[in-house]
């Protein structure tokens, strides 16, 4: 038995073709078919039924496939150790984060982070929290940059800062005239939200009570994949919509004055890093966590 044989039988899980675990581990499906077979000669039991397209796991063969992704986990700890003992701080960190953060948080740590430590090497995906948590799970990416708290069994989440919403406002809204408004103020009828899939979209149905078919009480029908698409679809067919205190300190002056505030207590959203129970890079999570709290200490 090696780790090699381990990482097939992870890469067969994964890709449920054979041939496509070959090509993931760069090798012919004829060696790893045969090493797989090894294998399962020495253990005595068999981890793949063949008979099945895809191809699937045993009810064994299951239980064996956790336990070789916590053995590359701890054997991958080793090297971990080794690094962490090292004077400098290095390695590849692979990050996703959520199309509501991107945009309003990254320059503002990035160039410091890079700066600082030019020996690591970061791997960034802009994607929605299913997808993050989908590539944590396969552990396609090391930490997650989302909005808290989830409730995930396997992962872990760190705290990292609350932010307020604010309410963006069009010119033609009567709440424009108020300095601070309360939630239940919102007019349904007239507030725009990102598209289904986005969790900053869950949050504000939350917070104003709403129902699924608020979607359908617009003459139009538009869903905003960005914060600025929002922005801009308030602007041209008036209404209203709710953003982030980051994505409400990105704004130009002219929109700025365009800006209410919910009475207090304001409402907010968590941001936390989100990683996997077995996720073994520590100091580059500590400098990664230390650096983004750097960064928005001053406008939080």
């Known amino acids: 038995m090696n780790f090699q044989q381990l990482e097939y039988i992870i890469a067969v899980d994964a890709c449920r ?69 090292d004077s400098e701080i290095k390695g590849e960190l692979r990050l996703g984060i959520i199309p509501t953060l991107a945009p309003y948080l990254l320059h503002l740590f990035l160039p410091q982070f890079l700066k600082k430590y030019p020996s690591v090497k970061l791997k960034i995906v802009e994607t929605n929290t299913s997808n993050i948590i989908a590539a944590l799970e396969k552990e396609e990416l090391d930490i997650g940059i989302l909005a808290t708290p989830l409730g995930i069994d396997g992962m872990k989440e760190t705290v990292l800062f609350r932010e307020n919403f604010r309410v963006f ?5 009567k709440l424009l005239n108020k300095q601070y408004l309360l939630p239940q103020e919102i007019d349904v009828q007239r507030l725009w939200l990102l598209a289904e899939g986005h969790c900053l979209r869950e949050q504000v149905m939350n917070l104003c009570e709403l129902q699924k078919q608020q979607a359908n009480l617009h003459h139009l029908e538009y869903e905003a994949g960005s914060i600025e698409s929002l922005l801009k679809i308030v602007e041209m067919n008036e209404g209203i919509t709710i953003i982030p205190e980051l994505a409400a300190l990105a704004l130009d002056n002219i929109r700025q004055k365009q800006l209410r505030s919910f009475q207090s207590p304001a409402p907010m959203r968590e941001i936390g890093l989100l990683t996997h129970k077995h996720f073994i890079k520590k100091r580059l999570f500590e400098v990664l966590k230390e650096e983004i709290l750097l960064a928005v200490k001053h406008l939080i």
């Open 169 to 173: 406002v069009s010119n033609k809204e």
């Open 17 to 85: 073709h054979f041939v496509q675990a070959a090509d993931k581990c760069c090798v012919t499906q004829a060696t790893l078919s045969m090493m797989i077979k090894k294998l399962e000669d020495e253990l005595g039991a068999l981890i793949f039924d063949r008979r099945k397209q895809p191809v699937v796991p045993t009810e064994i063969g299951k239980i064996i496939i956790e336990q070789a992704k916590v053995v590359l986990k701890e054997a991958a700890l080793l090297k971990q150790i080794v690094q962490e003992v």
